[in-house]
């Protein structure tokens, strides 16, 4: 199986993976999609971009030995790849596009969802702070 990013996804638009001529246009649209997931908090904290074929997909998400990343890592994928489709490539039909765009948005949320189940963060602190010098006890 295909590892690079640039050429999977090249693929999944039926452009030949060797064709350079819309390069420019496919990493773009990856590109902005690896963004949006890096957004959720999915892959590496400092963002993630290619420039060229050499990117494989386990230079975003370390998948080694782990099986939970591996399925993350095949949700990214497929987002990647629709995010790309609609950006690169729409299909004529509003009802596919509108298909293809709630397909992606559930997926961005099942990333969302996975990340939180493993590294949910409280928003509301323990303990309330005080700032004026009063008794929060004396309410």
């Given at each position: 199986?295909e590892?690079?990013?640039?050429?999977t996804?090249?693929?999944?638009?039926?452009?030949d993976?060797?064709?350079?001529?819309?390069?420019?246009?496919?990493?773009?649209a990856?590109?902005?999609?690896?963004?949006?997931?890096?957004?959720?908090?999915?892959?590496?904290?400092?963002?993630?971009?290619?420039?060229d074929?050499?990117?494989?997909w386990?230079?975003?998400?370390?998948?080694?030995?782990?099986?939970e990343?591996?399925?993350?890592l095949?949700?990214?994928?497929?987002?990647?790849?629709?995010?790309?489709?609609?950006?690169?490539?729409?299909?004529a039909?509003?009802?596919?596009?509108?298909?293809?765009e709630?397909?992606?948005?559930?997926?961005?949320w099942?990333?969302?969802?996975?990340?939180?189940?493993?590294?949910?963060?409280?928003?509301?602190?323990?303990?309330?702070?005080?700032?004026?010098?009063?008794?929060?006890?004396?309410?």
């Amino acid at each position: 199986m295909e590892q690079s990013i640039l050429k999977t996804v090249k693929k999944a638009v039926n452009i030949d993976p060797n064709d350079p001529a819309f390069d420019i246009d496919i990493i773009n649209a990856i590109n902005a999609e690896f963004s949006t997931v890096t957004d959720l908090g999915v892959g590496p904290e400092i963002g993630f971009v290619i420039e060229d074929d050499s990117l494989e997909w386990t230079d975003f998400l370390d998948t080694e030995e782990d099986p939970e990343k591996r399925i993350l890592l095949s949700k990214v994928k497929m987002a990647v790849i629709l995010k790309t489709r609609l950006l690169f490539d729409p299909p004529a039909q509003s009802f596919l596009i509108a298909s293809l765009e709630k397909q992606l948005l559930e997926l961005e949320w099942r990333l969302n969802v996975n990340r939180e189940a493993k590294e949910y963060t409280d928003p509301l602190p323990d303990e309330v702070a005080v700032i004026d010098g009063g008794d929060p006890s004396s309410d």
